[in-house]
Nanobody, 117 residues
Framework: QVQLVESGGGLVQPGGSLRLSCAASGINFSIYSMGWYRQAPGKQRELVATFISGGSTNYVDSVKGRFTISRDNAKNTVYLQMNSLKPEDTAVYYC???????????WGQGTQVTVSS
C-alpha cells in the first residue's frame, strides 16, 4: 500500500518560515520524481516545486528564491523549505510521487499552510 504522509503545515506570520515533510512508503522512493503542489480556495491545484530528470529542480516563478525542495532517499522523504512566506502562499500543500514506464502517480492527503498576521 502506497502512502505519502505530509507534515509541517500550520499558521505562520508573513515573512516567516515553515518546512514541510513528506514521508513515502510502499514505493521504491529513489526512482520516483517527487514534487509539491498547492491548492488555494477557489483555485486550481498548481505545481510549486519538483525534481525533474537528472536531479534538477523546477519551481513556479512565484516561489523562486524563497522555497527549496530537497529529498533524502535514505529516509524516503521529500522536503519543502519555505522562507519569506506571503499571504498568497496560503493553500493546502500536497506531496506527489510519479514515474513513467509504467506510469504511476500518487498523492498525499495534503497539509494546510496559512500565512496571516
Amino acid at each position: 500500500q502506497v502512502q505519502l504522509v505530509e507534515s509541517g503545515g500550520g499558521l505562520v506570520q508573513p515573512g516567516g518560515s515553515l518546512r514541510l515533510s513528506c514521508a513515502a512508503s510502499g514505493i521504491n522512493f529513489s526512482i520516483y520524481s517527487m514534487g509539491w503542489y498547492r491548492q488555494a480556495p477557489g483555485k486550481q491545484r498548481e505545481l510549486v516545486a519538483t525534481f525533474i530528470s537528472g536531479g534538477s529542480t523546477n519551481y513556479v516563478d512565484s516561489v523562486k528564491g524563497r522555497f527549496t525542495i530537497s529529498r533524502d532517499n535514505a529516509k524516503n522523504t521529500v522536503y519543502l523549505q519555505m522562507n519569506s512566506l506571503k499571504p498568497e502562499d496560503t493553500a493546502v500543500y500536497y506531496c506527489n510521487a510519479h514515474k513513467f514506464s509504467p506510469s504511476k502517480n500518487y498523492w498525499g492527503q495534503g497539509t494546510q499552510v496559512t500565512v496571516s498576521s
